[in-house]
C-alpha cells in the first residue's frame, strides 16, 4: 500500500496537480474531521505517507494549497469535499480505501445525496475494486438497506450490543417540568467536583443562554454550536480538553464520535428526539474503560421517548433505582394524552358533521321562506 499510495498521491491535469488520494474518509461534522486527521497524522508519523484535512466553514484557499501538494489520506466532510472536485482540485480515481464514519447519520440526515455523487459520479472505483468501511455505533436496518449500495459482499461486524449503551455509565433521569431545570441542572453540577461535564441541548439560542446562566454563576463554560464559526469551535473545544472550562454547552454537534478525556458526567438538559441521539450523547463518558455518569431532564415534551428507554434501559444494567418508575410514568401519560387527544378529534368531528347538517337545514329554510314570500307577491301581483 506505502508504495502504490505514495505514486499515486497527486497527478498533473493540465498543467494543475490534483491531490489523488488512496484512502479516503468521510465524516459528518467539522469536529470529527480534525479528530480523525490527527489521529491519521499519528498511524503515518516517519510513513512517508501524506494525509490533509478539508471541511467548510473555513478560507478554502488554504485547502486548494495542500491538495495541489498531493495526499494519500484525505479526510473530509461531503460539502465541502464535492466543492473540490467540482473545482479539478481532487480525484478520486485511485481511491482503494472508502471509510464512512457515523455512517448512518452520513446516509440518513441529507448527506445521502452527495454521498451518492462522491462514490457514483467522480470516477471513484466500483465497490469490488475498493475495500469501503463504515463505522457506526447504531444501524438500523433502513440504513443498512442503504448503506448496501455502497458494498460487495460485505461482513456486518458487531461489538457489543448495537444501538446500546455500555455498562460503565450509570444513567440517571430526572423527572421535572421545564420551569425547575436550572434548579436540578445547578445541583448536578455542585457535585461533579472532579472531571468534566458536557450538557446537551436541542437549539444554538438555548447553547448560548445555558453559557451565560452558568458563567454568571462562577463555572468555567463554554459553547459549541453550528452558528460559531469555526474558529470560535476549536477555542472552546480545546479549552475543554485541556480543562481550562470544566463544562461544555453543544448541540448534537459535539453528540458523534468526539473522543474526550475526563468527561466523567454528561447531561441531557433537553432530551433528544430519538433513542440513536440518545445513545451516542451519553457515548461521549464512560470510554476506554473508564466510568461515567449520565443525568437527563425528562419533561412531559419526552414522553415519546419513554417506551423506547425503557427498551434500551432493560438490557443495561446500570441504572438507578427511579428509573424505570419515571420512564414509565412518561410513558403512561404519554398514552393518556394520545387517547385523549383521539377522543377530542371525534367528538370535534361529530359536532362539525352535527353543525353541517343544521346549517343545511337553516338554509333550507330560508330558501323556503323566499320561494314563499316570492309565490305571495307573484299571485297579489296578478290579481291586480
Known sequence: MHKRAAATAATVVTGRRKASPTVLVLAPTRELTT???????????????????????????????????????????????????????????????????????????????????????????????????????????????????????????????VGSTTENIT?????????????LLMQHISQSKDGLTLIFVQTKKEADYLE????????????????????????????????????????????????????????NYDMPENIDDYVHRIGRTGR?????????FFTDKNKNLASELIKLLEVCQSTNSGLFETCKRGEQVWKQRRIQSQRWWRRRKRRRKSSIRWWRIWIWRLRSQRRWRRWIWRSLLNKH
Open 171 to 183: 444513567q440517571q433521569f430526572e423527572s421535572c417540568s421545564d420551569y425547575n431545570k436550572k434548579d
Open 212 to 267: 451565560n446562566f452558568l458563567v454568571q454563576n462562577g463555572f468555567r463554560t463554554s459553547s459549541i454550536h453550528g452558528g460559531r464559526s469555526q474558529c470560535e469551535r476549536e477555542y472552546a473545544l480545546n479549552n475543554f480538553k485541556k480543562g481550562i472550562t470544566t463544562i461544555l454547552v453543544a448541540t448534537d454537534v459535539a453528540s458523534r464520535g468526539l473522543d474526550i478525556e475526563n468527561v466523567n458526567h454528561v447531561i
Open 35 to 161: 479528530q480523525i486527521f490527527d489521529e491519521a497524522r499519528k498511524f503515518t508519523f516517519k510513513t512517508g505517507l501524506h494525509s490533509i484535512v478539508v471541511y467548510g466553514g473555513t478560507d478554502i484557499r488554504n485547502q486548494i494549497t495542500q491538495c495541489s501538494r498531493g495526499c494519500d489520506i484525505l479526510v473530509a466532510t461531503p460539502g465541502r469535499l464535492v466543492d473540490l472536485i467540482d473545482r479539478g482540485h481532487v480525484t478520486l480515481s485511485s481511491v482503494h480505501f472508502l471509510v464512512l464514519d457515523e455512517a448512518d447519520r452520513m446516509l440518513d440526515m441529507g448527506f445521502e445525496p452527495q454521498i451518492r455523487y462522491i462514490v457514483e459520479k467522480t470516477g471513484m472505483p466500483e465497490p469490488g475494486y475498493r475495500n469501503t468501511l463504515m463505522f457506526s455505533a447504531t444501524f438500523p436496518k433502513n440504513i443498512q438497506k442503504l448503506a448496501s449500495d455502497f458494498l460487495s459482499d460485505y461482513v456486518f461486524l458487531t461489538v457489543g450490543r
Open 288 to 296: 476506554n474503560g473508564n466510568t461515567g455518569v449520565s443525568t437527563g
